[in-house]
């Protein structure tokens, strides 16, 4: 018998090499260029002395969450009062006014340093707070003892407690700084202050539940979403009477102004739709699904994007407002509900009452690698059950000697 030697090959197979080639040279390339595009992708450019900082009200944490909106990360965490539920920004000064429902006072906060630099009480069970257009004075509604707080926001302290309906939810000052428009939820009216007076001016009979409101930019009119009666009151703050009583869908529960002031967003929370008021003609132009539960709504500084935080749905609705259509749903985390927009309206911030973070989503120019409009930035966790945002930039001042 002969034996037959079989010859074996001390050199790889081809496949075998192919694939040692792939696994070790272009997975990691590709992960490297996949990092590189993604993840650095550079954020505008700042100065030293710019800042910019997003602070969210935490309801159940007592405290408010400041983001530095250069970097996208957490700055500080403040404690303020109990059960913060409004924050307001001066554009006058750096300073933030939060309003603690639970210990009823507000907490001034000095931008610059981040920190508590006074504690102004008030009356019973506030809720907002809003700040007059030259920085001087705030307005705090009292739901539990049925009166409006007026702060000298220079020397922080209340100059005026004045009496209106029952259960005021929301105080709101015009631009021009003459009225105060003040919806009273127990009793379905709107009372009229005049700011120089420190008075109420009238008493407007409206619909039902009346909370949240707009102002013209002319100071013009008001808008008032009544959410018991599924309407809008337009008012004029000329004559001090009501000039329309305008249908939209159940439960509207926020106003979204454009700020040319030509039209105004209506979020109806239970029928998952937002209405469209033409506020020259005080008309309902149209009503269109948005969502499930839509709950808060923000446009875009050039009049050409709404916003809407879909509450039922873990989702943010993007609206073409010059093509009047939905044009993308983004997901955000559980239970979107306040939205804020950048200074440079690339970055939507959304917070996610639920899962106690802020989502933030980046508008960018579409490429062929990422054909979308919109991708998510990072989500940013904060306290528990945010419930307000405000975005405040300033540059700071130099030192003396600098």
Known sequence: MTSERKLTSTRPPLTELRKFLFIAVLIPLAAALG???????????YGPA??????VTNGK????????????EPAKTIRV???????????????????????????????????????????AAPYFIDVSADGRHGYVANSGSANVSVIDLEHRVVVANIRVGASPGLARVSPDGQTVVVSNRGDDSVSLIAADKLSVRTTIPLCKAPEDIVIQPDSSKAFVACAGSAQVAAIDLKTDKLLALLDVGK??????????????????????????????????GGSYL???????GVVTADNARLYVSNLGANSVAVYDIDAGKVIASLPVGSRPDGLALSQNQNYLLVLDSQSGDVTVIQKRKPTKLEPTEYSLLTMIPVGVQPNNIVVKSFIVAPGPGK
């Open 251 to 284: 439960s509207p529960v926020n106003l979204t102004l454009k700020p040319d002031g030509g039209e105004m967003i209506v979020s109806n929370f239970d029928s998952d739709s937002i209405s469209i008021i033409e506020t020259t003609t005080n008309e309902v």
């Open 61 to 72: 944490s007592n405290t408010v969450s400041v983001i530095d909106l250069r970097t996208f």
């Open 290 to 296: 948005i969502g499930t539960h839509p709950a808060r």
């Open 81 to 123: 009062g109990s059960g913060p539920t409004g924050v307001a920004a001066n554009l006058k000064k750096n300073e933030i006014y939060v309003v603690n429902t639970g210990s009823s006072n507000v907490s001034v906060i000095d931008a610059e340093r981040n920190a508590v630099v006074a504690t102004i009480g008030v009356h």
């Open 50 to 55: 710019y800042r910019e900082y997003a602070y």
């Open 35 to 45: 990092w590189w595009y993604f993840h650095l992708r550079s954020l505008p450019e």
